[in-house]
């Protein structure tokens, strides 16, 4: 039994906390929650911060905390480090929710040369969905963000570019 099917009210009351940079995602759409287990009668939740350094961690493990609390549950927070966060861990219905608010998500592409120096191609642009998009600076409204521009509808747009 994994931990969604052991403690499903905990994931519940988790999927109300959301991302403080992306208020539209929940920190369950970013895959940023790993575990959830019970320990001595209290609840322990393995966070994994979506970036090294990510000064969000610490407003999101004081909210998980915050969250259950209001729920009558005591809960410790764990940051795990290792595996690191991958957008693979992005769920689905986190990628649309991203698209909606204007950002387009995290592409799954192969790695080519440009990928590796930080400039994946043919980014989607989440308003118009044409694949017509330039890179306008490697740093958008946040360091995990991208700011393109699409040559077609021309209108800048964020890309979510932290991977691992
Ligand atoms: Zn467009």
């Keep these: 039994m994994n931990s969604k099917e052991k403690y499903p009210k905990i994931w519940e009351i988790l999927e109300q906390v959301s991302d403080p940079e992306i208020p539209v995602l929940s920190i369950i759409d970013l895959g940023v929650v790993r575990d959830v287990r019970e ?3 209290q609840i322990e939740v393995d966070i994994t911060p979506t970036y090294s350094g990510c000064p969000a961690m610490n407003m999101i493990e004081t909210e998980i905390k915050a969250t259950l609390d209001q729920h009558g549950i005591k809960a410790q927070v764990k940051l795990v480090l290792s595996p690191a966060w991958t957008t ?4 689905e219905s986190g990628k649309n ?3 909606e608010y204007g950002i387009a998500p995290p592409q799954d592409e192969p790695i080519t040369v440009n990928t590796l120096f930080g400039k994946p191609e043919h980014i989607e ?6 694949k ?5 600076s490697q740093f958008g409204s946040t360091a995990c963000k991208a700011l393109y521009k699409c040559l077609d ?3 800048p747009f ?6 691992r």
């Design 39 to 41: 320990i001595n009668g």
């Design 88 to 91: 693979d861990w992005m769920s």
């Design 97 to 99: 929710k991203l698209r």
């Design 125 to 130: 642009c989440p308003r118009c969905k044409s």
């Design 132 to 136: 017509n998009t330039e890179l306008i």
């Design 153 to 155: 509808c021309l209108e």
């Design 158 to 163: 964020d890309y979510f570019k932290c991977h």
